[in-house]
């Protein structure tokens, strides 16, 4: 585990955690060093939003730490999701023992390359209800981010709730240089309003919006792969023509996206011949480009 003297030693260049903050008590400086000495390890951060529930975001947050890691990339994926922790159940994890040590705790590790952490992970009894207040909630994001030992990672993708709350405004403020926000929408004008405000909270923040994913964008025929569009399709598409951000594709209704989560078997790891699963590797290569820019 990198410590406060690896910070000290650090050859970055204005890095803003070799230093303590006036305003800082001693504590604070030291967890915002173990915070910054971990991110550091870490190349990419993406950060999977969604301006209201139901559009699928966290089957998206899963299945794109699933389609990176599959290309060899070192992928942590993140649940944040406080209340409604939903990636455990994706990817079969539940009942998982998670493992600490004095200073760390440790992920658990998901088709060799990717790490997955979540409070779904931690709570022994899945119908308990998390009833937590904002400073809470704050308290146990900066912990999974300065005590979860990720180690280097190609990229970090978390998974956040619905809406503009606590939870993404935390995080977003912790990680002081994520690469930015993926957007999840469904293609209804009822979504598409809500992720106008994703939009805004994102530039509010300063955080750069890297593009938008439009699912539930048709529904495609187990039996001979036609796509209909039952909720309407290209929403998404025109919202990040109209707002100039890039569009990174859509992915439609899969029944063998609801079979994988239901059992466990996420399609992005065990299936490569579905339409959704072709998606997401289209999806993903703007992501990939990342290291160019």
Known sequence: MTDKKDCESCETAGCAAKAKLPEETEKDFQDRQLLTSRMC??????????GKGGVGKSTIAANLAATLSKTG?????LDIDIHGPSIPKLFGLEGTPIKASENS?????YNGNLKVMSIGLLINDRDQ?????????????????KDVEWGSLDYLVIDSPPGTGDEPLSVIQLIENADGAVIVTSPQELALDDVRRSIKFCKTLNLPVLGIIENMSGFTCPHCGEVTSI????GGERLAD?????????????????????????LAANNKNSVAAEAFMQVIKPLLNLDEE
């Open 242 to 266: 109209e707002l100039k951000i890039p569009f990174l594709g859509k992915i439609p209704i899969d029944p063998e996206v609801v079979k994988g989560g239901d059992m466990g078997m996420l």
């Open 41 to 50: 390890q870490i190349k990419h951060k993406l950060i999977v939003l969604s």
């Open 105 to 109: 705790i440790f992920p658990v590790t």
């Open 129 to 145: 209800a998390v009833i937590w207040r904002g400073p809470m909630k704050y308290g146990v994001i900066k912990q999974f981010l």
């Open 231 to 234: 909720f309407k399709s290209g």
């Open 73 to 77: 990339k070192k992928v942590g994926l």
